[in-house]
């Protein structure tokens, strides 16, 4: 095997054109074993190796630096700078991350997720050597998508006057995660079908030096690419045209699917070019309940739509689902900032806006949430998908919305905890015209309690008490409803009292009356909730109760990025287990409980 | 005067060429005096009238809808559109906003004030229009620095697929607040040197219909101009080239002083241009102490780079001192994003950056700050301008940077009230190599102990106790730690006991230690923190004594925007005097007190 010999970049350099393309084939088998086996991002990687083995050619890593867009291409990089292990041996799957991760090679600068930073991120790099007076190369190589993104454009405006070495290297795969949405991907189009050569050029209008090679899946042509920019000495764009999940046809066909794949999709029989067999009808779930609800609005209300930030299959927003909403779906394009302020207008111009958002994504747009939503208090429904403590990398946890959301004024963020209050709750926000509505979706498995809501939702910041007790009181919100009701059980059955249980609906308020109403034959309130304490639900009942006999215990996250910890781990370091938290209310509780 | 004939744009229509320019004359001198009087955007303002009057000519508003950017050059729109009752009449000077407000006119669509969104917004309004199967012209007026904003990218890219009516007008000035930065300002420049003729074109490459027009100041050309892109049915940018401050001649010449200025700078002597009158020297402010600290800091170590997203004026970045920096001084133009990423990367590189944003607009960076930065922990000053509660318009509100900032893991968020404290920490946060440091910059007039500060910061969340009292602590937050104080010796004059003070110094974290020995000789603590409690500083303190004897009252300001309410009023509202805060303490110390 190649790969024996290939422990850092710089053992590439001795090798033929043949054995680097023997390589590519060695890599491409491993990654599609891999991420097989563990799931993970295939069609990014397997368009990238070629490039990538060709940029290590060329370059001298980690003297000169590499800077990866959402680093979700990067395991080709991975693989060459030292960490083939945990490709080869699957024993060694889960060692490293999906992400770049400085802790595991010196040829990672930065623990990157999130999309459109690295043109920024490279900025900075190429300008303090330019203060320190280094000469190295500087390399962001973005794409996928990414280039949607308000970061990326900011960053290519200030690279662009940087007067020195940076290059900027544009994995054009036609692709973001689903289609490329915007104006900027028609003329990445016209580039590509000149061979870079049309004068309409968005990156030289930037003012970047501009370089066009049309087959990055040639280890060859891209070693001529690379040497070409190598050592530029002003900001430099090379536009490289690849083929998202080469290598794996499936994966080339199916590029939207293939993008983040499951275990098992490099083989099932789903995507078998003859007799493809049809997986078997999926239960009820929370994504599913979402898209046929918007559906049968928007059949029954042409100003229903729908919009996605570019990642509609993460909520299950299918490209059938899409094709049936026409003209009533918008993909933005990686552009949340974009998104809310395009919602807000929406719902200004009579439209009843839908817009669904990855809980670790919405931080792109606080101030658009901020200022473009709730300062002109639009009337949009905002689904936030997928918040919650989880075993996620460091960088797309989802503990982070509540704090980010809900302390903004005028919005209104609802945490359903089954079926039929989230349906109510998606009813109510669509059709009302004073708040701008959030909703948590539940991030359980589909709960149904087969009995309608019939909550009237106008009334913000009403909690609902789903059991009348004594002593004490538990507040459950959203996914840590059912926690609360198991913990309520506890309680009975162990300490001998019926406590009181509270599912409050809304995270942005306090419902006064329902906790003054507490007072008087209560003595500990809790706090359940699915996310961040600092700036969280929690300690709004805190403070509420600050000047009163209740004492107040708080159970959710600790401020901190968590990367990749098992669910479970969290919940025992966070008290989120029923003993624990029974174990905290003995503590809490007065002796002559 | 011609303008008494104008009620609504509609006025406009019957009459000539001659009387619009005269009525934009007598607009005009009511701007100048207005704005000389109350202080507010000026430059801006002068260099849209004609442009503007043109637009409501040409256009049908409120039918047409038109979005303005930023909104500080919509003073000519207001006083076309039934408010110029507040340009003519000196004691109706403060009826209207200086942005545009929805409940002041039919033709203003959105309060708006930070900037970049007027394409985003322009985007929804007419997508609302397609779906509702509409007519209507949208325009979006962008301009005077905001199109390096990263949401103004995501707009376009996404306008210009729209495939309908939607006409982006760039009041292109060739300035931001202060001189552009960005690559994108030389394609500007090009296309204003050809007369708007050359190849290399930003708006054509994103897939608009580009038109130009070289002499914004000329009514007559903007009506032609107009009348070219009126009912376009498909995107379409109008690059309209202006004189920012035109006819005040003052403001033609100093544009970025006269961006934003202060009463009497119409006629201040400071600006003759013969002999000029120098203005006394100014007292020592926290904005100069900043700046002789970076200079003093740049010219030692080459690492130093001061950073500016646009908004150099308002803390002190003068010219001189820009000018002095060299290559240590970045203004990224209106990017806040890059330049969180940007400064994390040069941290990262082994710079030492300094970056300056005003609290209202470090909104744009949750995400940059949470993954660029903190997940990263590169050790960045970041200086936060103008955090306080505030008499300021609804969109320009600084109350809720704490919120923001303080909930993100790693951060560590620090509140200087005096000037050694804060003298301290900048050199603390510059020279240590693990934290993201945030300083929220006093806003009160500066107050000098005249005693070397010398605690250790690197000892995080420790809290100063700067008085040893009992029963009650009052933990006083950096601009509030005076009114800590002053309560203390209210409460020891009137009730007779002396109370314990802390400076927190922190307000990432609470001192657990220091809050633990609160417990056997203080019944209450009450925290005072200048900002939104929501989310805020307080509340940690709530939950941090939830399970205990000792109560807790936060004082801060309500989750609300508050819009122009004078800053006595707020302060009332939210018991932030000493006197109110006394009363608050007497109903919940303990009868026996």
Redesign the interface.
Known sequence: MILDKINMPNDLKNLTIDELNTLAQEMRELIVKKVNTTGGHLGPNLGIIETTIAMHYVFNCPEDKI?FDVSHQCYPHKILTGRKEGFLNPEKYGVFTGYTA?EESPCD??????TS?SV??????A??????GGKENVLALIGDGSL??????????????LNSNIIIIVNDNDMSIAEN????Y??LKLLRDTKGKA????F?????EYFYEDDGNSIEAMIEAFKKVKNADR?TVLHVKTLKGCGLRRAEINKERFHYIMPGMADSREFDEINPVKPAPQAETYASITTDFILKKARED??I?AISPATPGAYGFTKEFREKLG??Y?D??I?E??AV???????????K?ILSVMSS?I??????L???L???TSPITLLIHWGAISGAD??HLGT?DI??I?????MVYLAPTNKEEYLRMLEWSVEQNEHPVGIRVPFNALKSTGVSDTTDYSKINRFKMTQNGEKLAIIGAGNFYELAMTVAQEVQCKLGFKPTVINPLFLTGVDKEMMDSLKCSHSLVITLEDG?????F???I??Y????DI????FGAD???TDRVPLQELYQRYHLTPELILEDILK?LPISV
Chains 1, 2 share one sequence.
């Open positions: 800077i400085p600068l930065f623990k990157v997720g999130h930073t920024s991120l490279a900025t900075g790099i300008k303090a050597r330019d203060l320190a949607s993104g308000g970061e990326a454009y900011e960053g290519l405006n200030n690279a662009a006057t949405a915007g104006g900027l028609q003329n004068e309409l050029n968005f030289k209008s930037l003012g970047f900001p042409k100003r739509i003209n009533q918008t933005v394009g552009a900032e974009h302020a395009y919602a807000s207008a929406l719902a200004k111009g009579g439209a806006p994504f931080q792109r747009t606080y101030d658009q901020s200022q473009d709730c300062l002109n460091c960088t982070f704090p980010l809900s302390n903004i004024p005028n961040c304490l600092d700036g969280g929690g300690e709004k805190s403070r109760f600050g000047n009163s004492r107040v215990l708080n401020k901190e990025f809490a």
